[in-house]
T-cell receptor, first 114, second 114 residues
């Protein structure tokens, strides 16, 4: 299967700072990337969908100014959690999709805001 | 609307027992895909199987088997002769045609005790 790499795998940041998470498709060009959030012991919830070169589409209830998504190239999408607070602590997972094929998931990033 | 239900929140079995994880889905689409993923404590999603809506054949892969029944909108997963390494959270997911979004169930935590 295709490889999707997420970085960092774990990050701890101070409240009020911003943190960037990268999602890279290593061996294919991802026309679409997705960002999911998983609360402890909960399921994965789609946050947003991004297509290369265009603005991300956010799911209802997700603050677009809080979670900035950039899909600048066919192999890289970034999620920036701005002015992070402890309630933003969560597990974030990206997935990447080639045109008309299934999506592949990254390893996830565990964010802890202290 | 798409929805995936995993009614079993947590299951505990003793090693070598067989265990079945239930998954029931809802969709109005005629073309869709069903998935099972394993999430160990490290957090990454490990792909187990993908099934399209037109293929109702059951599948067996080693100790794993899947039963897809469109008549009951179910896609159950059975682990035969469970092992401690099978302990994880298992997610069932539904994807639209085109793999635009994944709808995850709430997950079933499987504890396999020695």
């Amino acid at each position: 299967g295709a490889v999707v790499s997420q970085h960092p795998s774990r990050v701890i940041c101070k409240s009020g700072t911003s943190v960037k998470i990268e999602c890279r498709s290593l061996d294919f060009q991802a026309t679409t990337m997705f960002w999911y959030r998983q609360f402890p012991k909960k399921s994965l919830m789609l946050m947003a969908t991004s297509n290369e070169g265009s603005k991300a589409t956010y799911e209802q209830g997700v603050e677009k100014d809080k979670f900035l998504i950039n899909h600048a190239s066919l192999t890289l999408s970034t999620l920036t959690v701005t002015s992070a607070h402890p309630e933003d602590s969560s597990f974030y997972i990206c997935s990447a999709r080639r045109r008309d094929t299934e999506a592949f998931f990254g390893q996830g990033t565990r964010l802890t805001v202290v | 609307a798409q929805k995936v239900t995993q009614a079993q929140t947590e299951i505990s079995v003793v090693e070598k027992e067989d265990v079945t994880l239930d998954c029931v889905y809802e969709t109005r689409d005629t073309t869709y895909y069903l998935f099972w993923y394993k999430q160990p404590p490290s957090g990454e999603l490990v792909f187990l199987i993908r099934r399209n809506s037109f293929d109702e054949q059951n599948e067996i892969s080693g100790r794993y088997s899947w039963n897809f029944q469109k008549s009951t909108s179910s896609f159950n997963f059975t682990i035969t002769a469970s092992q401690v390494v099978d302990s994880a959270v298992y997610f069932c997911a539904l994807s639209e045609a085109g793999f635009n979004k994944f709808y995850f169930g709430s997950g079933t935590k499987l504890n396999v005790k020695p």
